[in-house]
Each structure stands twice: as C-alpha cells, then as structure tokens.
C-alpha cells in the first residue's frame, strides 16, 4: 500500500490503474478505523482494480464548539490496517494541500442540508462535507465511492451534489455496522466512558421500537416517533432530534406512506451520536 499526501502524486497513482483500464473505487474517511470503515474498504475491494482510501479530518466540517482538536487520529494504526484490508492508496493530505491559500469555493446544497444535522449542527457542516467530498471526487476521479448509511443524511447531501454537477462517479451507501447490544459504530464512540457507553445502546434500541410499532401496521409518524421517544426518555436521553421524515428527500412526514427515514442524534456523555432506521413500505402500499 502507498500513502500519498500530495494531490499530484494521487492523480498519477490513478492514471497508472486507469492506463491499464482498471476500476478506481474511494473510501472517503476521517480515519480512527473501526468495522464500519472495514466493510467499506471490502466493499470497494471486492468491485475494483485500485482501491484508494483517504484519510482527512476536514476541518470546514466542524463548527467552533465542536471535537475537530480532539477527534481520534492515529495514522499509523489506520495505515496498518487500511494495508491488511487490500487497500492500495491511503491519501492522507494535510490541510494545506486541500485547502491552498486563496481557497475560496465552497458547495451548498439547499433544502436537505437544513433539517436535522444541518439544522442542530448548522448549515457549514454540509457545506465542509460536500465541498471536501467534491473536492476528493475531483482529485481521485473513482468511478464508485463507498459512504456507510449511519450518516444518512450525508449520503443524500452527496448523491444530490453527484446528481447535480453532473459528476461520472457512483455513490455506494453500505449498512450501518453495530456493535452486539446495537450501538451503531462510530469513531466517536472511543468518547464513551462505561456508563455513557451502556446509555447509548438505548439509542438503537429506541430505533427498534419505533420499527416494531411500524411493522405491526402504524402509520402516523407521530405515534412511531413516540415510541421511540419513550426509550429515550427512559434512559435519560435527551435528543437533539427525533424525527421521521421521506427517506428520500427528508421532507416531513405525517404517515409514512413512502419510505421514511428515522433519525435520531444525542449527545451522550462526552459524545454527540447519530443513527437512523429506514422503514420502509410494502410493494401494495407503495402502489396505493
Ligand atoms: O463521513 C466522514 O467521515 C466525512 O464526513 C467524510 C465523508 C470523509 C468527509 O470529510
């Protein structure tokens, strides 16, 4: 495996693969590596001839008040395993060669970057998100790329950014990946001490019992949003959000008569998490 740092070396590692008519898939990531990252790398692995992963911790993606200086990093660690899964290039840029003096051009996507994270967040966090995405879609030119569904919101913020400039790349969102009681998993879970790590498996569970009332034939979003507001409450979460809105362009729901998109986000001790559930609808619904 190659780690690279600069933008024209990873241009030339992708013309290499490209001259032999090989396949590029990108891994976008901010490192800390855990099993969600993994099945990403597999994913990409298994569909393409050069798999690049990158390795940033954007800072426009963060606000003021947020964990940018504490965020887990470990280049070391992640490069030894990135290199174990078959990855060929980890680009792992500074901050400089992204973001070259006079940088000034920034992408924003109206309406779904305004609700739920970009609205407890605020709207730079998917500006930071889709501006970098775009940025390593222009540099790594893949012809897929690999986001986990944990985020979303993010996945749909990037796949309308794709939609909308026109970009040749193919977004592949992959399950979220969950620890055995449930807990999505996150790189900021390392935050967690005991107690907080055991609070915040209420998070699934809460998700869980909204998809029950869902599947048992419920339809009012109200009513499936309280059932998982109970399970909150019941562990002493407070969240920042709970909301169920159109998986596919988060607009409100009042009954889910499509497919909907669970969202919840909290900050549990030291940590802010987010998950979400699709509920989705049957084939007879969908056609009524
Ligand atoms: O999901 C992440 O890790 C980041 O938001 C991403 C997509 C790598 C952009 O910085």
């Keep these: 495996m190659n780690i690279v740092r600069t933008v024209a070396e990873m241009r030339a590692g992708v013309a290499r693969a490209r001259r032999q008519g090989g396949t590029v898939g990108l891994v976008p990531t901010m490192g800390a590596f855990h099993e969600g990252h993994l099945s990403l790398m597999r994913a990409a692995r298994e569909s393409n001839d050069l798999v690049v992963v990158s390795l940033f911790v954007n800072p426009t993606q963060f606000g003021p008040s947020e964990d940018l200086a504490s965020y887990p990093r470990d280049e070391a660690r992640d490069a030894a395993i990135a290199e174990q899964q078959g990855v060929d290039i980890l680009f792992a840029p500074d901050a400089a060669e992204v973001y070259p003096d006079g940088f000034s051009t920034g992408i924003h996507v109206k309406g779904i970057t305004e609700v739920l994270d970009g609205a407890s967040r605020g709207a730079f966090h998917f500006d930071g998100v889709a501006t970098v995405v775009t940025k390593l879609f222009g540099i790594v030119t893949p012809d897929d790329a690999y986001f986990g569904q944990k985020d979303a919101q993010q996945v749909l913020v990037v796949r309308r950014v794709v939609r909308d400039l026109n970009l040749a790349v193919r977004i592949r969102a992959c399950p979220i990946v969950r620890e055995p009681d449930g807990l999505a998993m996150s790189s900021r879970n ?49 969240p920042d959000y709970l909301e169920l809105r159109s998986a596919e362009d988060l607009s409100p729901l009042e009954r889910v008569d499509r497919d909907a998109l669970l969202a919840v986000a909290a900050r549990v001790g030291a940590a802010r998490l987010i998950d979400n559930h699709v509920l989705t609808i049957t084939a007879e619904e969908g056609e009524s």
């Design 190 to 238: 390392v935050y967690l001490d005991a107690d907080a790590r055991r609070q915040a498996a209420a998070l699934n569970r809460a998700l869980d019992a909204a998809a029950s009332v869902h599947e048992a034939g419920e339809r009012d979003a109200a009513t499936i949003v309280a059932a998982a507001a109970r399970v909150l409450s019941h562990a002493g979460i407070r």
